[in-house]
């Protein structure tokens, strides 16, 4: 078929479709030429399309949708682990992550359509790496960490250490994310997430961000806060914070903190927002997610 | 490379022989199977005219893989029609004028129909109507129109008349 004007037709393809982990790993050994993991190629396909990634010599794909090890949800002793190749809108609507992370449904709703949480996958969001993957505030927000599988060697990696750059982390390319795992939410603690771009639907954020807060007797224990869109990865804002570690837990306080969070970020202009904007949006969305919080933990 | 595939595709089994860099929506417009109602617009998942159910469930046609679409259900707007009957969900976009050039409708009724055949509650909002067609673009209509017609197919279903 004639592509469009602007569209890429896709390289020449040679298709895998691992059954199970071991499979994969032994294809890693084999596969000849480059290569490409996809889950739900709801990344892949864009990206190849409107030119951002070109394979001139074509391309082995290898698909782990199928993988069963991928693609689970459970909950044990506390901590909740979601399987790499599970799709959004399944773990959207999952029992498990509605009731201990409300937040991380939340941010999936506000992520692209129906159609393509249907198919798009967490460890697809994460594994991408885009400063602007909107699974990752409220994954960071909530302390979540990834498991890493290579060949050798099973590994797990706070995700605040896993992102080294724009579209870049630290997994080799003979290495699948395998899972993601984070506590679940305890009754005095809450996370919230919001995202702000040019519409509510189908949309890029310009920022977003998600709040941890953990009250105990009207005074802030624990506080993470993350941002999307306002560094080269999503961050978390380390000096705000610790501003908060053993405050009142106030609105006035909160408000503060906010302010603290636009100081300690440096966003850049780009074609969506200026950079003052950015800063702007970050202090609104940390101060009102940190507040959705409270009034959680406040009733 | 060429690859064989099997297929559900409203209700026939297909074999096929694909090329293994072909989406969904590029095999579903082929010559063999020529579902015309999947309609090719952006191909990045973001108009929605090439919706289709796979497995019971929306997804962009063009942001599948046809080979990773192995042993899937397909639903086509095509698969809806009884016959020459229309659908009660598209006679409900007819009635409501729900559609002017038509581009974007055999992907917005497939985003209607599996919202309405899951809606187990009562009462349907506009906004969860909104909500589940978020992913499918119309430039005609203003989507007040649209709102209206799947809110009458949804009562068409609740009157028993629905397949
Ligand atoms: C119309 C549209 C709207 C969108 N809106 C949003 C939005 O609002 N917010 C947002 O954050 N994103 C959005 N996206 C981007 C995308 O849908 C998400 O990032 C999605 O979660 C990607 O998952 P996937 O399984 O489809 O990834 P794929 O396309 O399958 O993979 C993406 C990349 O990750 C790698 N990868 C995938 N899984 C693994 C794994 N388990 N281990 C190692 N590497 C892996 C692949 O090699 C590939 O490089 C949108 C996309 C579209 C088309
Ligand atoms: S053609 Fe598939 S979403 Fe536009
Ligand atoms: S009727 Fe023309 S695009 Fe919707």
Redesign the pocket.
């Known amino acids: 078929m004639k592509n469009f004007v602007g569209s890429r037709a896709l390289p020449d393809l040679v298709y895998h479709c691992p059954e199970n982990m071991n499979a994969l790993m032994a294809l890693f050994d084999t596969i000849q030429g480059e290569y490409?993991?996809?889950?739900?190629?709801?990344?892949?396909i864009?990206a190849v399309r409107g030119g951002r990634w070109s394979f001139n010599d074509g391309l082995s794909l290898i698909d782990?949708k199928k993988i069963d090890e991928?693609n689970f949800i459970k909950e044990t002793d506390g901590i909740v682990t979601i399987g790499?190749?599970t799709p959004?809108s399944t773990i959207m609507s999952s029992d498990i992550v509605q009731k201990h992370a409300p937040g991380l449904c939340h941010a999936m709703s506000t992520?692209?359509?129906p159609q393509?949480r249907n198919?798009?996958?967490?460890?697809?969001?994460i594994?991408?790496s885009?400063p602007?993957?909107?699974?990752v505030p409220s994954l960071l927000a909530l302390g979540a960490s990834v498991i890493i599988k290579g060949k050798q060697e099973e590994k797990k990696v706070a995700l605040d250490q896993f992102f080294t750059g724009p579209g870049k982390n630290i997994?080799a390319s003979n290495e699948?994310?395998k899972a993601i795992e984070f506590p679940a939410l305890k009754a005095d603690e809450s996370v919230h997430f919001q995202k702000i771009g040019t519409r509510d639907a189908?949309?890029?954020s310009i920022v977003s961000a998600a709040s941890f807060l953990k009250v105990e007797n009207g005074v802030c224990k624990a506080a993470r806060i993350a941002l999307g869109s306002v560094a080269p990865t999503p961050i978390r804002v380390p000096k705000a914070e610790a501003f908060l570690k053993n405050k009142p837990a106030t609105r006035e306080v909160l408000a503060q903190c906010a302010e603290l969070v636009a100081r300690e970020i440096s966003p850049i202009t780009d074609l969506r927002a200026s950079a003052d904007y950015r800063r702007d949006l970050s202090e609104t969305l940390s101060r009102r997610t940190l507040m959705a919080c409270l009034d959680d933990l406040n009733p | 490379m060429k690859m064989p595939v099997t297929l559900n595709i409203n209700n026939t089994t297909w074999n096929l022989d694909i090329d293994a860099n072909a989406t969904l929506l590029e095999v579903l417009r082929n010559n063999v199977l020529n579902q015309q109602s999947v309609h090719r617009s952006c191909e990045?998942?973001?108009c929605g005219a090439c919706t289709v159910l796979m497995d019971g469930k929306p997804v962009n046609s063009c942001?599948v893989m046809a080979a990773s679409a192995q042993g899937s259900t397909i639903i086509t707007s095509e698969g809806l029609m009884r016959g020459d009957e229309l659908h009660p969900l598209m006679k409900a976009f007819v009635d409501e004028l729900g559609l002017q050039c038509g581009f974007c409708t055999p992907g917005m009724v497939m985003s209607a129909y599996a919202l309405i055949n899951q809606w187990e509650d009562e009462e349907l909002s506009d906004m969860d109507i909104r909500k589940a067609i978020e992913g499918n673009l119309c430039r005609c209509t203003g989507y007040v129109n649209i709102v209206n017609s799947i809110r009458r197919a949804k009562q068409a279903k609740d009157a028993g008349n629905w397949w």
């Not at chain 1, 889950?39 to 892949?44: E, L, S, V």
């Not at chain 1, 198919?119 to 969001?125: D, F, L, Q």
């Open positions: 490409k993991i996809v889950a739900g190629c709801t990344d892949f864009p782990i991928l790499a190749v959004l992520m692209a359509s393509v198919v798009g996958t967490m460890g697809g969001n594994a991408m885009s602007a993957g909107d699974t997994m699948v994310l189908v949309i890029i | 990045e998942g973001e942001l």
